[in-house]
């Protein structure tokens, strides 16, 4: 059974910084690119951020730019979501999401982000 | 950037009825369209990619089709599990969702 269990989430004061994490089971991690996907309080979804199989690609949407870094730990079948200079408008639940030729075909139940003072 | 435009924003069904959504994209994206759907309090699940194929255990009700700058999502009899939040995506160029459609009972 594939399965994506977020952890990290919390309040953090804005400009502070968090680090998410993802631990898979049930498939190859190695084999799929992956991807966080955040919502808002009661908005629509929105990816943030892809990463290649072995790490060597990132891709990232524009407003995270700088601010953001998606990492992997293959060995352990972790992924990562560095997050600094964070800002009120990046209070969300972020899922962790495995891609499967561009669509996102399981999801973790998501860690929410609050970035309040 | 391709942005996805979904309509209606609400739509209201009766159980049993038949429901059509709609999505559609600035520029075209092919057939690399998928639609998810997000009860409340849920993750996101996926229900169709490629435009028109059904997800692993998607039930039969759920059909997807169109290509280019329009799709649709159509859910023949709507049963009470199915009223939901309903989001396409595109992945012909980029990553990106639409703003969702919220089914609920009439």
């Known amino acids: 059974e594939v399965q994506l269990v977020e952890s990290g989430g919390g309040l953090v004061r804005p400009g502070g910084s968090l680090r998410l994490s993802c631990a898979v089971s049930?498939?190859?991690?190695?084999?799929?690119?992956m991807s966080w996907v955040r919502q808002a309080p009661g908005k629509g979804l929105e990816w943030v951020a892809t990463?290649?199989?072995?790490?060597?690609?990132?891709n990232y949407v524009e407003n995270v730019k700088g601010r953001v870094t998606i990492s992997r730990d293959n060995a352990r079948n972790l992924l990562f979501l560095q997050m600094i200079s964070l800002r009120v408008e990046d209070t969300a639940v972020y899922y962790c999401?495995?891609?499967?030729?561009?669509?996102?075909?399981?999801w973790g139940q998501g860690a929410l982000v609050s970035v309040s003072s | 950037e391709r942005v996805m435009t979904q309509s209606p924003a609400t739509l209201s069904v009766s159980p049993g009825e038949r429901a059509t959504l709609s999505c559609r994209a600035s520029?075209?994206?092919?057939?690399?369209l998928a639609w998810y759907q997000q009860r409340p309090g849920q993750a996101p699940r996926l229900l169709i990619f490629?435009?028109?194929r059904r997800a692993t255990g998607v039930p039969s009700r759920f059909s997807g089709g169109g290509s280019g700058t329009e799709f649709t999502l159509t859910i023949s009899s709507l049963q009470s599990e199915d009223f939901a939040v309903y989001y396409c995506?595109?992945?012909?160029?980029?990553?990106?969702f639409g703003g969702g459609t919220k089914v609920e009972v009439k």
């Open positions: 999401v495995r891609l499967a030729g561009g669509h996102f075909d399981y």
């Open positions: 049930g498939f190859t991690f190695s084999n799929y690119w």
């Open positions: 990463i290649k199989r072995d790490g060597s690609e990132n």
């Open positions: 520029q075209g994206v092919s057939t690399n």
């Open positions: 490629g435009a028109s």
């Open positions: 995506q595109q992945y012909n160029q980029g990553l990106s």
